[in-house]
């Protein structure tokens, strides 16, 4: 018998006013627009119990409910894949994502990812819009991560990240020398010609990123980053722009030049470090069943570590600053 997917999703704040497909896209966003288009006309994607048009405006608390036919690219499997936990209750897991984990299943990542391995942790995850997936992290940037393990705590997790209250904290090693901690305040949306990649652009979604420094380097710094708001690679965007990019990454970095002082230890393991250092250092949310607050940290990786190491061993570091935003 064919498998039927049954999802359910309620309407918070931030999703007010949007057209029930845009809104669908966000809450629902394992589907494309076209696929939740095509429920909604058909009646298996509802408001309230109720078949509306696509472009209907949905209002806070309204819910929204999957009850369709699953297509072969719509399974995701159960995968015995290990998960490091940081936290777990009924509510509630947390997780600390290694590096070349994968979140959820797309084009070329049908299998492997982090959402095969929820399901297989606990089952019942598969009636949790996203598996309980609320935030991402990139294949290679490591961290904290939660999930959602209930519908309130759904719920209450994507209000959170929606209104900004949920706090997230990420280290970063940069090519350049920051002089003091600042603030990007630049929309991000697609590169106009390169789709695969993110700009800062005038037509983007407002972004915002705060960063203050943590250790000074000859040609380099190790940053600490919060975000305000969670856009696509916002973080590697938004350092890229003020023109110091993440250290690994390919996308957004550029060819590293020769830096005066550095020996060739440092130009090696700065040129050939096989990711973006970026790591997602701690969240703080509030508990979905009794709202107390509740901070989780997930510690440098090695790779991050070894790197820092190599800075502080191959090159005459700067003075140690902590200059708040």
Not at 78 to 83: A, E, K, N, R, Y
Not at 120 to 142: E, Q
Not at 209 to 227: P, Q
Request: aromatic content about 4%.
């Amino acid at each position: 018998m064919p498998r039927r997917i049954r999802l359910q999703a309620v309407v918070t704040a931030g999703f007010q006013g949007l057209r029930l497909d845009q809104a669908a896209s966000s809450l629902f966003s394992d589907h494309s627009r076209a696929r939740l288009q095509k429920w909604i006309r058909s009646g298996e994607l509802t408001v309230d119990g109720r078949c509306v048009k696509p472009t209907y405006k949905v209002a806070e608390s309204e819910i929204l409910q999957i009850d369709a036919q699953a297509n072969a690219e719509d399974t995701v499997l159960p995968q015995p894949i290990p998960l490091e936990l940081i936290y777990s209750d009924a509510d509630l897991l947390v997780i600390n994502k290694p590096v070349g984990l994968v979140v959820h299943p797309a084009a070329g990542n049908r299998d492997g990812t982090l959402q095969n391995a929820l399901l297989h942790f606990d089952p019942g995850l598969g009636a949790i819009p996203r598996s309980g997936i609320v935030h991402r992290l990139d294949k290679d940037t490591s961290g904290v991560m939660v999930v959602a393990r209930s519908l309130r705590a759904h719920t209450s997790l994507v209000e959170q990240l929606q209104s900004r209250s949920m706090s997230r904290v990420y280290e970063a090693i940069v090519r350049g020398e920051v002089r003091r901690g600042g603030t990007v305040d630049a929309p991000i949306g697609r590169h106009p010609r390169d789709r695969q990649r993110m700009a800062v652009v005038v037509s983007g979604r407002r972004a915002v990123t705060h960063y203050r420094i943590l250790h000074s380097f000859a040609g380099f710094t190790h940053l600490e980053v919060s975000l305000e708001t969670g856009r696509t690679h916002q973080i590697r965007v938004h350092l890229a722009h003020r023109g110091f990019p993440v250290v690994g990454d390919s996308a957004y970095g550029h060819k590293p030049g020769s830096v005066k002082g550095l020996d060739a230890g440092v130009i090696e393991a700065t040129r050939n470090f096989p990711r973006q250092a970026l790591h997602a250092r701690s969240l703080r949310l509030r508990h979905p069943a009794d709202l107390r607050e509740m901070e989780f940290h997930a510690p440098l990786p090695q790779d991050m570590l070894g790197l820092l190491d190599v800075l502080r061993q191959g090159a005459q570091p700067g003075p140690v600053r902590r200059a708040l935003t």
